[in-house]
C-alpha cells in the first residue's frame, strides 16, 4: 500500500469520533456496509471493468463502444447477483446510482434508461397481461428499452407533444407518425444506437379525437439484426457538455403500425372496437417522473458526497501561502474562507441524504395508496418530490462547482473528476422536469393549501404554514429557532405572491397572467418551501437517533447546526424582511457559523473519510485516500497521448514549416 501522505495521517489522528461507527450510520447498518463493501469489491475489482485509457481520450464514437461493452458485463454482472439471492433491488441502485454507477461510466450509462424509466413504466403503467409480457423480457434484458418523451419543440409543456398514435380498429393496430420537425422524439437516453424497444409517449387519437398523451410500447430495432423497423427514423443527437457516452437520441415515425395492446392500458384503454376508457385521474400517465424525481434526490446527495471528499482531502493536503510572516505555509483548509467553501457542503450532503430517505418512504405509501385507488395523497407527494428534485439538483450542482473551484488550478483538470462531476449534476437540473418548472408546480400546490387551509393538519409536509406566519420568535442560538424562522419566511412568501396574484386579477388581469407576473415570487416560495423541509427533516433524524456514542451525536449536531446557520445566512435578507430578526441576530448568526467551522475543522477528514467511499468511486488525483495528489497528477499526466511520442507529426507538418518562414 502507498505511503500515506503526512497531513492526512495528522488529521485522521485528531478526529474525535469513530469513523466506522459513522459509516455504519449512513449504510443503515454494519451489515449493510458490509454488503455494500462487498458489491464495490465484486465490481470494481472485475479488471474487465477497468478502462485501460482513460476516457477523455476517446472519440465520440470510441466511447461509446466503450460504454456499452462495459455496461453489458455490468447488468450481467448485476444478474449475477441476483440469481444467488445477494443484495436485491440495492443492487440496481447502487449501479445505476452516483457513486458505484458513475465509477464504472464516469460518462454516463447507456443502458439507464432500461431500468430507470422503461422497466418502471410497465410497472406502473401496465395491466396484468402487460405485466406479463413484457417484465420477464426487460428483466432478462431480452429487450433494452428507453423512454421516450420529450420532443425536439417541447420538453416541459408535456401536453403539447405532437407525436400521433391513430388507432385503426380495422387492423387493431395504433399508427405512429411524427407530422412535423419539432414531434421527433429528442434526448432519450440509450436511443440513438442501444435500445430496441421503448416507451413513447404520444398523442392518442381514436374515433376521431383526440385523448391526450399515453404511453405506448414501441419496437424501434429489429430483434436479431438490430436494423431499424422499416417506418422508424433514428439517431443520436450529438455532443454534449457532459454525459457523453448515454447515446441520448431521436426518433421518427412514418405511418409506423403496433397492436392495440402496445398501449400501456392500466389506467386508460382503448377497446378492440376503438372505444376510449378513462382513468380516474389523468395525472396517473405521470407516474414515472415521480419516481425518477425521488431518486434522483438520493443522487444529489452521492454527487455531493463525492465532490466534498475530494476537495476535503485536497485542502488538507495543499499548502499554499503565508498566513503568518516567516512561517511554513499552511494546508489551505485551515483558511476560513476554505472552510466555508467545503464545510457547508459536507453538511448538505447529510441533509440530502436524510430528505432523500424521507421521500423515499413518502412514495412507497403513497403508491401504495395508489394501487388501492386512493389517490388523495398523490397532490402532497408530486409537490414535494418537485421541490427537492429542483433545490436539490441546483444546490448539488452548485456544489461540485464550488469545490471544483476550491481545488484551484487542479481542480480544473480532468483527472481531478470534478469537470465530470459537474456535468452529471448539472444535468439533473434539466431533465425529468426543468427545475423552475418544477418549482412552480410545487407553488402551485401551496397557494392552493393556501387558499383553503381547512384540511391542513392532515397534511405532513405544509401542515406547518397553518400558523407559521405569527411565528414571530425573537433570536435564540437554536436551530428550532432557525427553523421557526424559515417557515415564517416561508409562509410569507407564499402569503406575497398569493396576495400579488389577487391584486393583479382585481385589477382585471386574466389569473393565468397574474400567476405569470408573480411567477419569481412563486419560485423563490417554493424554494423557501422546500428549504424548511430540508432542515425540519435533519433535525428530527439527528434528534431520533437513540443508539449513538455521544462523540458521534455531537458532530452530528455541529453539522446540523452548520446546515442550520448556512441556510440562514443565505437567506439573510428573508429574515429581515419577514421575520423578528434584527442586524444584531445577523452578526450573532455570522460568528455562530465561524463557531461551527471552527469545531468542524478538526473532524473534517474524518467525516468525509466516513462516507468510505473508494478510490476507484472518487475516481480523482485529488481526493485518493493516501493523499499523494502530486504523484497521481504526474501519473495522470502521462496517460496522455501526446505524451507518448517525444515529437508530434505536427511539428514536421505545420510548426517547423511556419518557423522557417518567420527567420
Ligand atoms: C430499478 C431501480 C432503479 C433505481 C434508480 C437509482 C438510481 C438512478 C438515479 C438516477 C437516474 C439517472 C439517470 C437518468 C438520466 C436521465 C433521465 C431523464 C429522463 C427524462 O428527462 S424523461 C422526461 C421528463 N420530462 C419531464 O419531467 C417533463 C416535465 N413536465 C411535466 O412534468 C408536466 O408536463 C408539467 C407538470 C410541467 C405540466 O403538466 P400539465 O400541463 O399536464 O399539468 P398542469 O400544470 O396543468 O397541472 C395539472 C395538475 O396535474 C398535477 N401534476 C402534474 N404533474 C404531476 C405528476 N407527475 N403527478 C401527479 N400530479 C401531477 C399538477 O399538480 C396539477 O394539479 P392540480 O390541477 O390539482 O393543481
Ligand atoms: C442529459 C439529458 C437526458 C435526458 N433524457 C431524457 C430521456 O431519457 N427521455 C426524455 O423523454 N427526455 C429526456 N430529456 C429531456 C428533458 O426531460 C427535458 O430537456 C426537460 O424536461 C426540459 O424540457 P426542455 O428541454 O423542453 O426545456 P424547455 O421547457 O424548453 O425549457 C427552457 C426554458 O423555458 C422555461 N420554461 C418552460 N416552460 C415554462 C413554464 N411553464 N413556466 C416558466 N418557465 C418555463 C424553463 O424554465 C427553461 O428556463 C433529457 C434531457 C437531458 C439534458
Not at 502507498?2 to 454494519?30: V, W
Not at 397481461?129 to 408535456?158: D, M, N, P, R, V
Not at 383526440?210 to 431499424?228: A, K, N, S, W, Y
Amino acid at each position: 500500500m502507498a505511503k500515506i501522505n503526512e497531513d492526512l495521517l495528522k488529521e485522521r489522528k485528531k478526529c474525535s469520533f469513530n469513523t466506522a461507527e459513522l459509516t455504519h450510520l449512513l449504510d443503515g447498518g454494519k451489515d449493510k456496509t458490509l454488503e455494500r463493501r462487498s458489491r464495490e469489491h465484486f465490481f470494481l475489482d472485475d479488471p474487465e471493468l477497468r478502462s485501460k485509457i482513460p476516457s477523455e481520450y476517446l472519440s465520440h464514437k470510441e466511447k461509446y463502444e466503450e460504454a456499452i461493452r462495459k455496461s453489458c458485463i455490468l447488468f450481467r454482472k448485476v444478474q449475477e447477483l441476483q440469481e444467488a439471492g445477494k443484495g436485491g433491488m440495492d443492487n440496481y441502485r447502487e449501479i445505476l446510482g452516483g457513486q458505484l454507477g458513475s465509477a464504472i461510466l464516469k460518462d454516463g450509462n447507456p443502458i439507464t434508461l432500461h431500468y430507470v424509466m422503461f422497466i418502471p413504466t410497465i410497472m406502473g403503467q401496465g395491466n396484468f397481461e402487460q405485466q406479463a409480457e413484457w417484465i420477464q423480457k426487460a428483466w432478462t434484458c431480452s429487450i433494452i428499452g428507453t423512454y421516450a418523451q420529450t420532443e425536439l419543440g417541447h420538453g416541459t409543456f408535456i401536453r403539447g407533444l405532437e407525436t400521433t398514435a391513430t388507432y385503426d380498429p380495422k387492423t387493431e393496430e395504433f399508427v405512429l407518425n411524427s407530422p412535423t420537425l419539432t414531434s421527433y422524439k429528442w434526448w432519450p437516453g440509450g436511443l440513438g444506437h442501444s435500445a430496441n424497444f421503448a416507451i413513447v409517449v404520444a398523442q392518442l387519437y381514436t374515433q376521431g379525437k383526440c385523448h391526450g398523451i399515453h404511453p405506448f410500447i414501441v419496437q424501434l430495432r429489429d430483434e436479431e439484426t438490430h436494423m431499424p423497423m422499416k417506418g422508424i427514423k433514428i439517431g443520436e443527437i450529438g455532443c454534449k457538455l457532459g454525459m457523453n457516452s448515454t447515446n441520448n437520441g431521436y426518433l421518427g415515425f412514418e405511418n409506423y403500425r403496433i397492436p392495440r395492446t402496445n398501449l400501456l392500458m392500466k389506467n386508460n384503454k382503448v377497446l378492440p372496437d376503438g372505444t376510449y376508457v378513462k382513468s380516474p385521474s389523468s395525472k396517473l400517465t405521470y407516474g414515472t417522473m415521480i419516481f425518477v424525481r425521488v431518486v434522483l434526490v438520493q443522487d444529489c446527495a452521492s454527487y455531493m458526497k463525492k465532490a466534498v471528499t475530494i476537495a476535503t482531502r485536497y485542502s488538507a493536503v495543499r499548502h499554499q501561502s503565508e498566513m503568518k510572516p516567516n512561517c511554513p505555509e499552511p494546508q489551505i483548509i485551515d483558511y476560513v474562507t476554505q472552510q466555508y467553501k467545503l464545510f457547508p457542503y459536507i453538511a448538505m450532503s447529510f441533509a440530502f441524504q436524510y430528505s432523500a430517505s424521507w421521500l423515499w418512504d413518502i412514495y412507497n405509501n403513497v403508491t401504495g395508496e395508489l394501487e388501492s385507488g386512493q389517490l388523495e395523497n398523490l397532490p402532497e407527494l408530486h409537490a414535494l418530490a418537485c421541490c427537492l428534485k429542483a433545490v436539490g439538483t441546483a444546490d448539488c450542482a452548485a456544489g461540485v462547482e464550488t469545490l471544483r473551484l476550491a481545488c484551484g488550478g487542479h481542480g480544473y483538470m480532468t483527472a481531478s473528476n470534478l469537470p465530470s462531476t459537474y456535468g452529471l449534476a448539472t444535468a439533473m437540473c434539466t431533465y425529468e422536469g426543468e427545475n423552475t418548472v418544477l418549482l412552480l408546480q410545487t407553488a402551485r400546490y401551496l397557494i392552493k393549501i393556501w387558499q383553503n387551509k381547512k384540511n391542513i393538519q392532515k397534511l405532513p409536509t405544509v401542515r406547518y404554514l397553518d400558523n407559521a406566519l405569527f411565528n414571530n420568535r425573537s433570536y435564540e442560538k437554536s436551530v428550532s429557532w432557525i427553523l421557526s424562522a424559515l417557515q415564517q419566511v416561508a409562509a410569507a412568501k407564499i402569503d406575497l405572491a398569493n396576495k400579488h396574484i389577487n391584486d393583479r386579477v382585481r385589477q382585471g388581469k386574466a389569473y393565468e397572467d397574474a400567476w405569470n407576473e408573480t411567477s419569481i415570487e412563486l419560485v423563490a416560495a417554493a424554494d423557501a418551501h422546500c428549504r424548511t423541509f430540508l432542515l425540519d427533516i435533519f433535525n428530527l433524524t439527528v434528534n431520533n437517533f437513540q443508539l449513538i456514542s455521544p462523540e458521534l451525536k455531537a458532530v452530528l449536531t455541529d453539522l446540523l447546526e452548520l446546515y442550520a446557520v448556512h441556510t440562514a445566512i443565505r437567506m439573510t435578507g428573508d429574515l429581515l424582511r419577514f421575520t423578528n430578526t434584527i442586524g444584531k441576530d445577523v452578526e450573532a448568526l455570522q460568528l455562530w457559523l465561524e463557531e461551527l467551522l471552527a469545531k468542524i475543522r478538526p473532524n473534517a477528514i474524518g467525516i468525509v473519510d466516513s462516507f468510505d467511499i473508494r478510490d476507484e468511486v472518487l475516481g480523482s488525483a485529488l481526493g485518493a485516500y493516501d493523499g499523494n495528489v502530486y504523484e497521481r497528477l504526474f501519473a495522470e499526466a502521462q496517460k496522455s497521448p501526446l505524451n507518448q511520442e517525444p515529437v508530434n507529426k505536427s511539428f514536421g507538418l505545420y510548426l517547423k514549416p511556419f518557423l522557417k518562414n518567420n527567420l
